[in-house]
């Protein structure tokens, strides 16, 4: 994503926010920003102060968390070109979804299936993808 910048924001987000909506970011001034031009309510989180969570409900630790898992879990590839970080990234999120499955006949199946279909799909092709039920 590169440096954070408003209309970066507007871009990545913009569609999925709205006024009902509460952002709770990192000290970023470029969210300030953008929440007070959108009308949304928003809280800063500055690591520096010692303050991880407002009101005892917001907070970016999940976010972060996740982070952490991913940067150490795309470590073990000791660098990928940027053109595949897309699957990379998809890759990441189906594995960490699965996380939980660890009985022997899972891994088996999860095993198996990975080599049964073609992966065409990117990262933002499923970010993006309507979800039903």
Known sequence: MGRVVKTKVDNMIGSKLSSNNVLVTDAWRAYKTYAKEKGIEHYRIKSNDGKHVIKGLYHIQNVS??????????????????????????WFLFVASRSNESTKQNIKEFLLSSFVFEMIDTYDSLRLSRFSI
């Open 65 to 90: 968390g996740l982070h952490s898992r991913m940067k150490q879990w795309i470590d073990r590839f000791k660098g990928v070109a940027t053109k595949y970080l897309d699957n990379y990234l998809a």
